[in-house]
C-alpha cells in the first residue's frame, strides 16, 4: 500500500508564485515516473509536468518556462514550482507517480489534489 500527500496549494495574485509538493509513503521500492496533472472545472485532467527516474522533464506548452517540476528520491518527493501564475492556471492540482512496489508490483498512484486559485 502506498499513500500520498499533497501540500503546498493555495490563492495567490496573478504574477505570483506556488509550491507544489507530493510526498509518498508505504512499500515503495523505487518510483519510476512522476507527474502533475491539473483539471480546471468543466475540464477534462491535463497533464502539466512529468519527469522520468532518469531526471527527464516534459511540460504542457501552457506552462514551459513558468513551472519547473524536480523530484528528490531520497524523500520519495516530486515538487511542481509555479511561477508568473496566471487566472488561466486556476484548478485542482494532482500528482501521480508510478510506484513499483515492495512486492515487484506496479501500479499508478494519485494524490488528493489540492485547489490552486490565481486571482486578484
Known amino acids: 500500500q502506498v499513500q500520498l500527500v499533497e501540500s503546498g496549494g493555495g490563492l495567490v495574485q496573478p504574477g505570483g508564485s506556488l509550491r507544489l509538493s507530493c510526498a509518498a509513503s508505504?512499500?515503495?521500492?523505487?518510483?519510476?515516473?512522476m507527474g502533475w496533472f491539473r483539471q480546471a472545472p468543466g475540464k477534462q485532467r491535463e497533464l502539466v509536468a512529468g519527469i522520468t527516474s532518469g531526471g527527464s522533464t516534459n511540460y504542457a506548452d501552457s506552462v514551459k518556462g513558468r513551472f519547473t517540476i524536480s523530484r528528490d528520491n531520497a524523500k520519495n518527493t516530486v515538487y511542481l514550482q509555479m511561477d508568473s501564475l496566471k487566472s488561466e492556471d486556476t484548478a485542482v492540482y494532482y500528482c501521480n507517480l508510478h510506484v513499483l512496489s515492495t512486492f515487484l508490483t506496479s501500479q499508478d498512484y494519485w494524490g488528493q489534489g489540492t485547489q490552486v486559485t490565481v486571482s486578484s
Open positions: 508505504g512499500s515503495i521500492f523505487r518510483i519510476n515516473a
